[in-house]
Nanobody, 120 residues
């Protein structure tokens, strides 16, 4: 199974971007999906997550500006980012928990990361 993230880029402060992350491969079941980010010199942090039932949680720093959603039929997770700030600049990674052939429970998978740069 692979996760392919896309949608990053350069945007001015106050602008918007939409990240997508699509899974490919043989998947029996999908649990939580989410987005993390890592800024230069900082640890990776959770940005937003969404359960299989649609419940969401967000980092305090992005509440009211970012929206996470998912398409279960496509095993795809999205992150709509509005009112972007320079401090949102980071590499964004998608994450998901899948049951795949040969697995007895959910395993953790990561996308390759997509760079978001917000200029002031």
């Amino acid at each position: 199974v692979q996760l392919q993230a896309s949608g990053g880029g350069l945007v001015q402060a106050g602008g918007s971007l939409r990240l997508s992350c699509a899974a490919s491969g043989s998947i029996f079941s999908t649990n939580a999906m989410g987005w993390y980010r890592q800024a230069p010199g900082k640890q990776r942090e959770l940005v937003a997550a969404i359960t299989s039932g649609g419940s969401t949680n967000y980092a305090d720093s992005v509440k009211g500006r970012f929206t996470i959603s998912r398409d279960n039929a496509k095993n795809t997770v999205y992150l709509q980012m509005n009112s972007l700030k320079p401090e949102d600049t980071a590499v964004y990674y998608c994450n998901a928990e899948f049951v795949t052939p040969g697995s007895s429970w959910y395993d953790d998978y990561w996308g390759q990361g997509t760079l978001v740069t917000v200029s002031s």
